[in-house]
């Protein structure tokens, strides 16, 4: 199950991790959390590494615990390869070890040990700026050539085109030979007048009357 959140925490920290995941659903954003998602029998590397694939944050709760963590650390490395984006979350007060000073030095940290809601709320509004600030795909970003190769006309598609070629050709000399010639309408009879003049001799002015 893919989610826009992933989060990392030592496994001492599961119960605050927990509260944690709870707390962002609750505001509507998917979570991907350890010990919740990894299905029994399933191979927990590959369930991480695909799912740090797949998600767009990482909430990596930081305590002294996490700060001793060799898989935390794995995580974290993950995350950038994956260029994805890290939000450092101190629960308690530690400064981080060597191993994170490095990953840690250009990421704004958000203190959960001094004010819990406050740092939830804070959160939550960090997320959902970034998620909202994503540029969605468009029908512009999508390949151009493949769909060409996967709509290319098969044989029987061809015979339909020129089926429907013809029988267009077909409606439009109908609609320029047949139907003038069947609504032709017939010249009108002379009036009745005109045709019996047109029948009457002409007289004839040679005659002379008596």
Not at 34 to 54: H, K, L, T, W
Not at 142 to 156: S, W
Request: with cysteine; charged share 20%; net charge positive.
């Amino acid at each position: 199950m893919s989610a826009s959140l992933f989060i990392s925490h030592a496994t001492q920290d599961a119960r605050v991790a927990a509260r944690l995941c709870e707390a962002m659903e609750a505001r509507g954003f998917s979570c991907w959390i350890a010990s919740r998602d990894i299905a029994p029998g399933e191979n927990f590397q590959v369930a991480i590494v695909r799912a740090i694939r797949g998600a767009k944050i990482m909430l990596l709760v930081f305590t002294s615990a996490a700060n001793g963590s060799d898989e935390v650390a794995k995580e974290l490395a993950l995350a950038s390869q994956n260029k994805m984006i890290v939000a450092p979350l101190r629960v308690e007060n530690v400064a981080p070890s060597e191993t994170f000073a490095y990953e840690f030095a250009t990421r704004q940290w958000i203190d959960f040990h001094t004010d819990w809601p406050s740092a939830i709320e804070q959160l939550a509004r960090y997320i959902g700026g970034v998620l909202s600030a994503e540029p969605r795909a468009s029908a512009a970003d999508a390949p151009i050539f493949a769909p060409l190769r996967q709509r290319r006309p098969t044989g029987r598609r061809l015979a339909v085109i020129a089926a429907a070629v013809l029988a267009l050709a077909a409606l439009l000399w109908a609609a320029a030979v047949v139907l003038p010639a069947l609504t032709r309408r017939p010249a009108p009879p002379p009036p009745p007048a005109a045709a019996a003049a047109a029948q009457s001799p002409s007289p004839n002015n040679s005659e002379v009357p008596f």
